[in-house]
């Protein structure tokens, strides 16, 4: 993708602070970071989201994930980890090419993730679960 920052940060045409990479991903600080050490897991291959992400890169992502968030946590001593990933502009997502974001957690670090959460019936819960279960595959 001619103008996609993650594309261009992969091929070399955009500097980065590489901490990691094989042959699916590249893990690099994130150059607009909400703590220090927050880090962007990236598939090498353009995918706008998870939906278009292939099952078996999937399988491979999550291994990953988990080597960088060790290695935060071992460097930075953090207190906690944000696993985030969004898909759509209305979900935050504000570069499209598919990537997690690994933000390490520190007291009094002023970031907030939280939600107000709607008060559901069990009838509504029970109604999703059905709908929703009908498209697993």
């Not at 070399?12 to 607009?32: Q, T």
């Not at 909400?34 to 292939?54: C, D, M, Q, R, T």
């Not at 992502?61 to 898909?87: C, M, P, S």
């Amino acid at each position: 993708m001619n103008n996609c920052i993650f594309c261009k940060v992969n091929s070399g045409e955009i500097k980065s602070y590489k901490l990691y990479e094989d042959k699916n991903f590249i893990v690099i600080l994130d150059r607009f970071p909400s703590s220090v050490g927050h880090a962007l897991v990236i598939p090498k291959e353009h995918y706008k989201n998870i939906f278009e992400l292939p099952d078996e890169l999937c399988k491979e992502l999550f291994v990953v994930v988990k080597k960088i968030a060790v290695a935060l946590k071992d460097t930075f001593d953090l207190e906690g980890l944000n696993i985030l990933q969004n898909n759509g502009e209305i979900a935050g997502q504000s570069v499209n090419h598919f990537h997690i974001h690994l933000i390490p957690r520190y007291k009094n670090d002023k970031l907030n993730l939280s939600w107000d959460a709607i008060n559901d019936s069990e009838d509504k819960f029970e109604e999703a679960t059905e709908k929703i279960k009908k498209f697993i595959k």
